[in-house]
């Protein structure tokens, strides 16, 4: 999921935001040519006798912290294997750090990548497939959006990292003080326009609800759910157009509802911290975020309620932004240490771990059924719902056209929310851009 961005807070919430949302338009394409071994292509052995593994995980703050504990329990449990994170760059960076390293040919054993960024790293050989690792024992455990994430032309090509899903956060006090109802689930997109405009107060600088209007993969995911709830896709099923030409002007459409009652907070500038700004100061009345937002809403004193997003069914439907623990080839033992090493990570107890400290959704059926987890929720107001969505959470394809697709589209949400064209012509250029994309060979 491109914008490769960071603004001066950053903060673990802000990472995960980026991870979820993380979109880009940077291609890797001689990496077919490249060679299967990294400057690492020995015995791996380092001087005290164990494999090394070096991670870059990209984490900053409290992941940081989450990751790097995790990793010296690794260390001390694993005696033939040394784990070390203190390569890499922060997870926005990570792509272009990747792609410098796979071309020069010193790259690391174990990387976090993002799922959307998957697809153009996987076709260099030196992406290890992980089909049989991560397919026996606990794989069909894991959420479908987790093991989606991570598979391409049927091979699993990544271990799950992170899991994510968005949802409505609804200002109480806002609805009182109109004596609005707080939504509840099966609420339609109608329904959503209707309660945004009701919200708004003109001239008052209240909104209703917010959308980023930069034209990057943060203003696009928002709307693939509802494409998907339209019988829509990202890409047709004969991979030769998009999935979206017919439903994308009835998305868009919504969009521009939105825009024509200005009940919309358009913001202008990447990394939506405007946008939640405005929530978090009391001036907007719904938020589509997701779990990461939670503990800074709570910071901010906001009486909230989270509710399923909203479709045009009534049906559940959402996204999930999952990333990736990607493993790269320096050799046969190298190889085999970052397999033990992304394999323990995943499991529950590891994983909870994770997710608790790091602001992930659990991963796993099991790991949401430990107790660690079970209190996180308690002590989370609405974070039951982030995760119950996990469900009926689709994920966007592990297509190495998505980047040329999404840049089409966030152009014509953009186009539709500053009222500069509208959805059906907006749609028309958006088809013929992405469509183009999908013809060129890969």
Known sequence: MAEAHRTSRVTAGLTRRTALRRGTGLAIGAMAALPSCGSGADDGIGADGRVVVELWHGQTDTGRAAIEELVAEFNRTHPDIRVDPGGGVLADAMLQKITAALASGSFPDVAYVFGSDLASVARSPSVVDLTDTMSSGRWNDFWDPAR????????????????DALAVVCNKKLFDDIGLPLPSPGWTWDEFVATAAKLTAGGSG??????????????????WPMVWDLGGDVVSEDGKRIGFADVGARALETVAALAKDKS?????????????QVFMSGRMGMAVTGPWQLPDIQQAKIDYHVVPLPSYSGKPMTISGPDTWTVFDNGAARVRAARTFVTWLSEPAQDVRWGVQAGSLPLSRSTQALPEWQAQEAGAAGLPVFTRALDSARVRPVHPAYPQISQALGRAIASVLLGRSTPVKALRACADEANAALLIPR
């Open 206 to 223: 209240r909104f209703g609800t917010g959308w980023p209007g930069v034209g990057d993969e943060d203003t696009v995911w928002r709307l």
């Open 148 to 163: 989606e994430a991570v598979t391409l032309n049927g091979r699993v090509r990544a271990a799950p990292a992170l899991l």
């Open 264 to 276: 919309v907070y358009v913001d202008p500038k990447p990394g939506s911290e405007q946008m939640y």
